[in-house]
């Protein structure tokens, strides 16, 4: 049984290998752009339900109440029930934010960019941050004020900012499995490759690769050849006073 078991699961070791080459078989052209274009495009995978889930409960939350009777579209608006509720101008910033991330979520669901994605995790975190100002400012206002402390959908507001926050952190700041398999399969052939191998150095290093040069020893011609030229010297300067002896 212990052999079947072993034989069955290095089967399926090499079954897997398989899948995973012929999934990479239609970018092995050109891995460096498939790579780059794979890089624009964002993989939810696991967290689309926590995607959907913060943006949804954001979206709910609008048409529940924000602070006594005041509701999220009134707030958004600045109707006069806002007006006469005291809301102050953080919170009307943070109605226009969450519903700016809301739709940003969409995008990022449907379109899938890696440049809406981005976007819309920097919306959420701002929303997020002014969703905890509007409380704030609800739970201090002075005894004049005649407006009311936060809701319970203010709060659910924040919870869903923040699972929506931490999805997209995970989706914009990992790389996919895809990404992670092309990154590898474009190591293995610069390796395989002797101009990559080359290219790759002088990133790494800055330092250009030499042809192994042969090393001749020619020190015994040069002394020669300082030797020829200390004599013919010595004989130029002869010259002259033989000729001054001469005459």
Do not use: C
């Amino acid at each position: 049984m212990s052999s079947e078991s072993k034989s069955a699961k290095s089967s399926a070791k090499s079954s897997e290998q398989e899948a995973g080459e012929d999934a990479l078989a239609q970018y092995r052209g050109d891995l460096s752009g498939a790579e780059r274009k794979i890089a624009g495009r964002v993989v939810l995978g696991r967290y689309v339900p926590l995607i959907v889930f913060g943006f949804l409960v954001p979206l709910v939350m609008i048409f529940l109440p924000h602070a006594g009777d005041v509701r999220g579209y009134d707030v958004l608006f600045n109707t006069q029930v806002a007006q006469d509720g005291a809301t102050a101008k953080p919170e009307m910033i943070f109605s226009w934010l969450r519903l700016i991330t809301i739709l940003l979520t969409i995008g990022t669901l449907v379109s899938k960019s890696w440049i809406v994605a981005w976007v819309n995790w920097a919306f959420a975190g701002v929303a997020w941050w002014y969703n905890v100002f509007a409380i704030w400012v609800r739970q201090t206002q002075p005894p004049t004020e005649s407006g009311d402390g936060p809701a319970i959908p203010l709060l659910f507001s924040l919870v869903g900012l923040t699972v929506l926050f931490y999805a997209l952190s995970a989706v914009v700041f990992q790389k996919n499995p895809l990404q992670r398999a092309l990154a590898a399969a474009r190591r293995e052939e610069a390796h395989r490759d002797e101009e990559s191998r080359l290219a790759q150095q002088r990133l790494r290093t800055g330092i250009e690769d030499r042809e192994d040069a042969e090393i001749v020893d020619d020190r015994r011609a040069r002394a020669k050849a300082r030797r020829e030229r200390k004599a013919e010297l010595e004989k130029q300067e002869s010259e002259p006073q033989q000729e001054s002896e001469e005459d």
